[in-house]
């Protein structure tokens, strides 16, 4: 028994610890709202790759933790299904457990609320398309180019939301991949003010920030839903993998 085979059964094991954690926090959820699948046949080519380049399915971990992930659907700026064969979110494993490790800080302080997650690990090719779509007009800001790509295409990024115990995202100002300041995070104050978002939506951006980047993760200031590692870019493409497929 060699290495690989200890490095599996501590995942094993870290998997479920961090599940019966997270079960003893969480409340009952809306079965019909959960966009996983257990068995192996349904898996899609997309989840297939995303588990041959060693990425961890999130819901393992912390079961609760819901999914809407829209470039699947076409209800995403591109307008477009970007994903065919992606039922499931993916990181890099380290980056699985500080979202299943936040999910369970949200369980306990607030019994019943869950994340709902947009986007996890993102193909490269994906990305390109992306890019190609906004390239020549101003929104360009908002998508990493696709020449080199960035933290989703390393698996280390999450967009995300929190939802209550019947489902219902909460207010944070914006829907998910708004384009403007309505959705940045660094001037709130003067959003709530000027009446661009409600004092609500403040603090439910400000729990959701709270429990992130208790474990580690940090907000993208332009995107109030985006969520990723402490570390800069360069050191991004040191550590991990680009999902060059």
Not at 122 to 148: C, E, F, H, W
Not at 221 to 230: D, L, N, S, V
Request: one cysteine or more.
């Amino acid at each position: 028994m060699g290495f690989s085979f200890y490095a599996s059964m501590k995942h094993k094991i870290l998997t479920l610890l961090l599940s019966l954690v997270c079960v003893a926090h969480s409340a009952a959820l809306p079965l019909l709202k959960v966009r996983t699948q257990s068995s192996q046949e349904d898996k899609g080519t997309i989840d297939r790759k995303m588990e041959a380049a060693g990425l961890v399915n999130v819901c393992n971990l912390a079961p609760e933790i819901q999914l809407d992930l829209r470039y699947a659907t076409t209800q995403n700026f591109t307008k477009q299904q970007l994903y065919k064969g992606l039922s499931r979110a993916y990181f890099q494993p380290k980056f699985a457990q500080r979202i299943a490790e936040a999910q369970c800080l949200l369980s306990k302080e607030h019994p019943g609320y869950h994340f709902v997650i947009f986007d996890a690990s993102r193909p490269i090719s994906v990305q390109r398309t992306m890019y190609a779509v906004v390239r020549d007009t101003p929104l360009k800001v908002y998508v990493a180019n696709g020449a080199r790509g960035g933290r989703h295409n390393y698996g280390v990024a999450v967009d995300l939301s929190i939802a209550d115990a019947e489902g219902t995202l909460l207010d944070m100002g914006t829907d998910f991949d708004f384009f403007g300041e309505e959705a940045h995070t660094d001037q709130e104050a003067r959003l709530v003010k000027e009446g661009k978002i409600t004092k609500e939506a403040q603090r439910n951006r400000q729990l959701l920030r709270s429990v992130m980047d208790r474990v580690g993760l940090r907000c993208y200031t332009r995107e109030w839903w985006h969520f990723q590692e402490k570390i800069d870019m360069p050191e991004v493409r040191k550590r991990y993998k680009l999902l060059d497929f």
